[in-house]
């Protein structure tokens, strides 16, 4: 029963969500995904940790197509970073290595801190 009930708000809350929030949400996803990974190469679990780096990489692919680059120079840096990102990410998903997890995982939660500030100052207006 509680897990039915979850279901419902969590499809509620991503049907209803404005394109802030659900921006949001994928960054938030990028960050969990990134980390499930991270623990999954070093438990050895390949497939868990291929999956998630995948997760990861569709988000930041997502985010890559949607972004509006006629809205300057820093639409094109965040293009940038994005690509920069999934290089990575591809690089720990072929090696599974850790140490290139470790590298990427900060910024993917720089570009989260990103998103919030940029939410955060869109409503103080």
Avoid: C
């Avoid at 990028?30 to 438990?43: E, G």
């Amino acid at each position: 029963m509680y897990t039915q009930g979850y279901n419902v708000y969590k499809n509620n809350s991503v049907n209803y969500a404005s394109k802030n929030q659900l921006l949001l949400m994928l960054v938030d996803g990028a960050v969990k995904f990134a980390k499930i990974a991270r623990q999954a190469i070093l438990d050895k679990d390949i497939k868990k940790a291929h999956d998630n780096i995948i997760k990861t990489e569709d988000i930041f692919t997502e985010l890559r197509v949607t972004l509006d680059q006629t809205a300057g120079d820093w639409a094109v840096k965040m293009f940038n970073v994005y690509g920069f990102i999934n290089e990575k990410l591809f690089e720990a998903n072929i090696k599974k290595d850790v140490k290139v997890m470790d590298e990427v995982i900060p910024l993917i939660e720089e570009v989260r801190d990103i998103w919030y500030e940029a939410e955060k100052r869109s409503r103080l207006g």
